[in-house]
T-cell receptor, first 113, second 110 residues
Framework: NAGVTQTPKFQVLKTGQSMTLQCAQDMNHEYMSWYRQDPGMGLRLIHYSVGAGITDQGEVPNGYNVSRSTTEDFPLRLLSAAPSQTSVYFC????????????FGPGTRLLVL | KNEVEQSPQNLTAQEGEFITINCSYSVGISALHWLQQHPGGGIVSLFMLSSGKKKHGRLIATINIQEKHSSLHITASHPRDSAVYICAVNQVQGAQKLVFGQGTRLTINP
């Protein structure tokens, strides 16, 4: 099993550009989520999904869009990149039952100029 | 005040020392997680606790639900234990959503 995979590993964008961060898992997990990690801020939840076709906002959703058309994939879209979105992005997945282990992807480092 | 507080924020110790990292939370939880992140690396789940104590190798995690406190202990610390250790909780209302502490940066010198 590959676990949770993310692409790309590193990306540089110009302000105003759009892009999609890819996340996929092969563990048949219902719950998937996106976090951003900034120095001194800890991890913050952007969006999450409890199953295909169901998504909801987390703590910091502005400027990001998600969809969940399949159980495996949960892409994160930056609609119009801003320097404030420079961060490291992690995708995670788990079973839906509360209190089960979460599995994290390797992260995507994004720099917006 | 953050809902999940960790202490210390930074910890430097010598190889072989016994390490303790603390996590306090202010909300009702269904579970608490300890995560490890090596420099420039991904995040790995170490433990998930809802009560009592768990042990894996040289790592021990405990939780006291009444005091809303958890500790992560490392026995016979080694330089490869150098990492950021993150505490996170599942709130009672919020299912799988995690609330994270700021992390504790641990450095073990040889």
């Amino acid at each position: 099993n590959a676990g949770v995979t993310q692409t790309p590993k590193f990306q540089v964008l110009k302000t105003g550009q759009s892009m999609t961060l890819q996340c996929a898992q092969d563990m048949n997990h219902e719950y998937m989520s996106w976090y951003r990690q900034d120095p001194g801020m800890g991890l913050r939840l952007i969006h999450y999904s409890v199953g295909a076709g169901i998504t909801d906002q987390g703590e910091v959703p502005n400027g990001y869009n998600v969809s969940r058309s399949t159980t495996e994939d949960f892409p994160l879209r930056l609609l119009s990149a801003a320097p404030s979105q420079t961060s490291v992005y992690f995708c995670a997945s788990s079973r839906l039952l509360a209190g089960t282990l979460q599995y994290f992807g390797p992260g995507t480092r994004l720099l917006v100029l | 005040k953050n809902e999940v507080e960790q202490s210390p924020q930074n910890l430097t110790a010598q190889e072989g020392e016994f390490i303790t990292i603390n996590c306090s939370y202010s909300v009702g939880i269904s579970a608490l997680h300890w995560l490890q992140q090596h420099p420039g690396g991904g995040i790995v789940s170490l433990f998930m606790l809802s009560s009592g104590k768990k042990k894996h190798g040289r790592l021990i995690a405990t939780i006291n639900i009444q005091e809303k406190h958890s500790s992560l202990h490392i026995t016979a610390s080694h330089p490869r234990d150098s990492a950021v250790y993150i505490c996170a909780v599942n709130q009672v209302q919020g299912a799988q959503k995690l609330v994270f502490g700021q992390g504790t940066r641990l450095t073990i010198n040889p």
